[in-house]
């Protein structure tokens, strides 16, 4: 008999499912969160740890088999001890057991028990039918407004022309009128015909000063479309991450192996990378990962795809 379904079977009831001098299966409640690296949300759910240290019966475990199978309490009791046995064993031997719909449980280099959940069930019936989703992330357009060139005020043709005449009238009607009356042309003054003569004026400036013509060609509003402006943005600079975790996919004891692994991930997308500090054997990385936080969260979403991924902290 295999424990795996009794203890997912409690862990939905209860918060703690002790196996009997084995350890614990403990569950704390996890608020709905948002992993900003792969811009998706998960429900509320239920975070599940394994302690050793709960190893006293509590009579949890064996009051299920009893009701599930209608057997004696020694006899459930009984049961419970051979599979605890066949863990320990498969455990001292480098195996690593995986307790369906709940974790993986394998010993590290200090024959300590350890687990990872897995992200498949969640066991908090109040998130029943909740589903962890995907968002993409809103893209800021960026608007170009061209400027509008000035309107140049023209002069109508007929003006001109009557600015011309009036002028040209006056001083016509003025030599008829000095050759009938016989006056003298250069004893008139203009002012006889309404005009004063205008002062010579001179405009004293310095020698740096430079008097610019006004530009009316359209080609200079081009280049002020041109010119305008640029919007700036600001790219931050992105810091190297500390490996301080990895992901481990597979060890190999012969390197080529390992590359050919390494280059298998990087075609599927992942950042993989080789690390050779577990038990001289050539380790292969998904990722790697400055916070334990990051790295348990990425775990979580490839324990769907690959199961015997784990985590690895660097020394």
Known sequence: MKLDQHIA???????????????????????AKINSRTNTFSPPAKQLSFNRNLK?????????????YKVSYEEALRSISNCVSEYKKELQVGKRILIENVGVLYLDEHSNILFEPLSKVNFLID????????????????KIVALKSPKIRSIHSGRIAAAIAIPLF????????????????NQMQFSNLGFSKAETKYNVRDANFFLEEENTDESAFDAMIKNAEA?????????????????????FSEEE???AFVNKLKAEGYPAKQIKQF?????????????????????ADLKSKDTSAWLLKKK
């Open 170 to 185: 006056f001083v016509g009607a003025s030599l008829i009128f000095q050759q009938n009356g016989k006056v003298n042309y």
């Open 231 to 251: 919007r700036t943005f600001i790219i931050e600079e992105i810091k190297p991450v500390k490996e301080n975790w990895f992901i481990v996919g597979g060890c």
């Open 9 to 31: 079977d409690l862990l939905y009831r209860y918060d703690c499912v002790i196996v009997p001098d084995f350890g614990g299966f403990v569950a704390n409640y996890q608020p």
């Open 127 to 142: 998130a029943f039918g909740l589903e962890k989703f995907h968002v993409n992330p809103i893209k800021e357009e960026t």
């Open 279 to 299: 038990k001289k054997l050539h380790a292969v990385a998904y990722q790697a990962f400055e916070k334990e936080a990051d790295a348990r969260a990425f775990l």
């Open 56 to 68: 006293s019966n509590d009579g949890l475990l064996a009051s299920h088999i009893i009701e599930k």
């Open 257 to 259: 192996n390992a590359e």
